[in-house]
DNA sequence: TTTTATTTTAACCAAATGGTTAAAAAATGA
DNA sequence: TCATTTTTTAACCATTTGGTTAAAATAAAA
């Protein structure tokens, strides 16, 4: 007997990102979790110690989601406007999965700041960093791009890429009532793409 | 004697927005906001019937100043670069100066959805954005701008404007580590519509 | 069937927290 | 000085919540 136990953890840890990402660490309740997992908070306990273990866990996950496509993209070996297609493609997949993850990864940071040192675990961060400024640089010097400072661009394409996600609840309130905005969001990995190409291209 | 008591009650404002900015409705404590207040909980209670009369006050003053700049926008009678000019110019006005607000705003929107319905409150919105998207429309008619939907041109604003600084802490990480993030997102608002006006004009 | 692992039940505890109260103290204005 | 308002003190209450415990029940593996 080994599966049913397995199961019952992969069901607490889907309701534990549910109520996490909604409410926060502060906001979200063991007996909640326990309810959406189908299970009893003593069977909630025993297999995670504590709420701030499975906070822990749930926001890892979550932060690295949150940082994989920027880390893709400082990585990434295409010419500066394949590069830029991609992150947009691989963010908006990622958040229209995962619509939560912006806020959720803000706000816990924002609400204990000492969580950021996280960040610096993701390895080939520095060099790739490096690596696309000097691209974005070596863009600007041959006239492919107009000049503009590299973290600059970086992010714009993260701003426009992120925030639409983030802003969910309100852009829809005030710009597309009644829609399904995550079609709308969907379709729009392309276009925000081309709406930074063309505003960098000459 | 009511001088003293009109200066604790700001006292009591100004303290409750810095901590339900930092942690929000569930995370903020009424013996905290006291303490940063300088006062004792019997005189929070005393002028401030309980936690959500509170914190509703402080959110609805959060949401207009969010929301003021988009509907400034959409009422601004100026051509349309001017206008995106200006609207980058108030959002990073207000900004820097309450760097918390979007995520405050968004969070609480998100723990409790139906808080969205205030959203309906603000007059001259709709009149507005009718203006406004015919106003885009006309433009790209008249070849000033490439085609663009014009809901998606002030989702791009929106996000340009206010995730650098939604996004501040992890930004700052990644991108300005041991630098002034606030002087520098302060400087961009000329630099962001300067980017998108770049993007859509012929 | 027996053994072992999983899950439930249900009662319980300690700490934190929102909120109250009443009386004393301090500050203020007339 | 006197009356009024503001503020503090400090004890107290009810509820929520994270977490525990031990025993019973259920399910699976051997």
Chains 1, 2 share one sequence.
Do not use: W
Not at 32 to 37: N, P, Y
Not at 88 to 109: A, G, M
Not at 148 to 160: F, K, Y
């Amino acid at each position: 007997m080994e599966k049913k136990s397995v199961e019952t953890q992969e069901n607490i840890l889907i309701a534990a990102r549910t109520i996490f990402a909604q409410k926060g660490l502060a906001g979200a309740r063991m007996q909640e979790i326990a309810d959406c997992a189908g299970i009893n908070k003593a069977l909630l306990h025993y297999y995670y110690r504590n709420k701030e273990k499975l906070f822990e866990q749930v926001f890892d996950e979550a932060l690295k989601k949150m940082l994989r496509p920027i880390v893709a993209f400082l990585a990434d070996n295409s010419d500066l406007f394949q590069k830029i297609r991609n992150i947009c493609r691989h963010y908006h997949e990622v958040l229209v999965e995962y619509p939560f993850l912006p806020n959720f990864v803000i706000n816990e940071i924002n609400s204990d700041p000492t969580r950021i040192l996280k960040l610096f675990d993701v390895e080939g961060f520095l060099e790739g960093r490096e690596k696309t400024i000097i691209q974005i640089n070596e863009a600007v010097k041959s006239g492919i791009i107009r000049p503009i400072d590299p973290r600059e661009l970086i992010l714009n394409i993260i701003s426009l890429s992120i925030f639409p996600f983030a802003g969910r609840p309100v852009i829809k309130e005030i710009l597309y009532k009644n829609e399904n905005i995550y079609e709308i969001l969907k379709e729009r990995a392309d276009r925000v793409s081309d709406f930074i190409i063309q505003s960098i291209k000459i």
